[in-house]
């Protein structure tokens, strides 16, 4: 082991820091100078294309139509409103509950894997979700 040499001190050791000017307001972007975080936030959400619609898989289908779950205009929209607000969160795979009915859908690849109703979620464990949405 090397002996530590005590004629070694730190960096600014002792010292307390320096302030090399006054602290001054925010400088304002020049002419031609690139656009601030918040215009640039702005100008990419108004560019942002319109939510692709949901698609559902045949496990989906299939359940929907043993369960004898009907898809209205209404649950088909709040589902899709649902999935857009996971997805702003940042979420990948979802349990999104519609009144009485839940959805496990695959956010990033906007599909509905499976459909559960009131009497199906009994005995039911949902797996692999890592976020739950209540669609208003």
Do not use: C, Y
């Not at 319109?50 to 649950?75: C, K």
Request: glycine share 8%; aromatic share 2%.
């Amino acid at each position: 082991m090397t002996p530590i040499d005590p004629s070694i001190r730190g960096v600014g050791a002792g010292r307390p820091a320096e302030r090399t000017g006054p602290a001054g307001p925010a400088r304002e972007a020049g002419p031609g100078a690139a656009p601030g975080f918040n215009a640039l936030l702005a100008s990419r959400l108004r560019e942002a294309p319109p939510a692709e619609p949901l698609r559902w898989s045949a496990h989906a289908r299939d359940r929907l139509a043993q369960r004898g779950i009907q898809i209205t205009p209404e649950v088909a929209d709040r589902l899709q409103e649902a999935v857009g607000r996971a997805a702003a969160k940042g979420a990948r795979e979802s349990l999104v509950m519609v009144d009485d009915t839940a959805f496990v859908v695959s956010v990033k690849n906007r599909v509905v894997i499976t459909a559960v109703d009131k009497e199906g979620m009994k005995n039911q464990v949902f797996t692999n979700i890592d976020s739950a949405v209540l669609a208003p």
